[in-house]
């Protein structure tokens, strides 16, 4: 049986190849360079302790909806008051989320973005700069080590970062290989949807490479928060657990108050 990564991929390819009919890659791509400058993604993680990248997250496969009416600027406009470092925005259907997200959060704030999505394709690379993202996550678990070496490159090439998702020991070795400034350790595995924090501590057990770690999934509590800083995190991706009550601003407010003025001056 096909996992939900499996049939979600199937379906992003056969839905890219519809859009690339639409839109060719050398418009898209002069698009993309003709816009605005990308923000520094990884230095506004490196500004802040903690370095909280904030999800605008409408629904989820194994959830379902999340935040039923969610308006991406309003919800942009109170991470980025509540200190979010970065702000990702899911955009792909089977998260009910579109590239009309992202832009209306590019348009409400000021913050680097990330796009959020299932990416293979140079043509998503460059349309998630024309749109306004600052960066982008490439996925470990859907790519060939080539394969992610060229996408994070054309990332680069248009001043944008990319943040490689990795959930196993093997896919780590892979985001290290190709020079990944930005790595992602998923506390979610993709296909099954189980999460387990202990998958961060275990990836970054004895690690002393320079990336730049980002935990994601699974952040539920400051708690959570300073264990995985403890375990050499030192940024975070949230969305559910700042989403789900309606208020994302207090939740932001909570996590951060609640991560401790010493575990930050520590982090800085």
């Keep these: 049986m096909a996992s939900i990564l499996d049939r979600i991929f199937a379906a992003k390819r056969a839905e890219v190849a519809a859009c690339r009919a639409l839109a060719p890659l050398e418009e898209l791509a002069a698009a993309a360079r003709c816009a605005p400058a990308a923000r520094d993604f990884i230095g506004a993680l490196r500004a802040r302790a903690p370095a909280i990248i ?54 409400a704030v000021d913050s680097p973005i990330l796009r959020k999505d299932f990416i293979f394709d140079a043509w998503q690379v460059f349309e998630a700069r024309a749109a306004g993202a600052d960066g982008i996550l490439l996925i470990a678990a859907m790519l060939e080590r080539e394969q992610l070496r060229a996408l994070a490159r054309v990332a680069g090439e248009l001043g944008m970062a990319a943040l490689v998702e990795v959930h196993d020991r093997r896919e780590f070795a892979i985001a290290k290989a ?79 108050a609640g991560f401790g003025a010493a575990e930050a001056a520590a982090a800085r």
Aim: glycine share 10%; no cysteine; charged share 25%.
């Design 178 to 256: 190709v020079g990944a400034a930005l790595i992602g350790v998923n506390n979610r595995n993709l296909h099954t949807f189980k999460t387990d924090l202990a998958t961060t501590e275990a990836l970054l057990q004895n690690e002393r490479g320079g990336a730049l770690v980002v935990a994601e999934s699974g952040i539920e509590t400051p708690a959570d928060l300073r264990r995985l800083y403890r375990a050499g995190a030192r940024a975070f991706l949230i969305g559910e657990s700042l989403l789900r009550d309606g208020a994302p601003r207090a939740a932001l407010d909570a996590l951060i």
């Design 54 to 107: 904030a999800e605008v997250k409408r629904a989820s496969p194994s959830k379902g909806d999340i935040f039923p009416g969610l308006d991406p600027a309003a919800v942009a406009r109170a991470y980025a008051a509540g200190g979010a470092a970065a702000i990702s925005v899911l955009t792909d259907r089977h998260f009910k989320g579109s590239l009309d997200d992202l832009r209306a959060v590019r348009a």
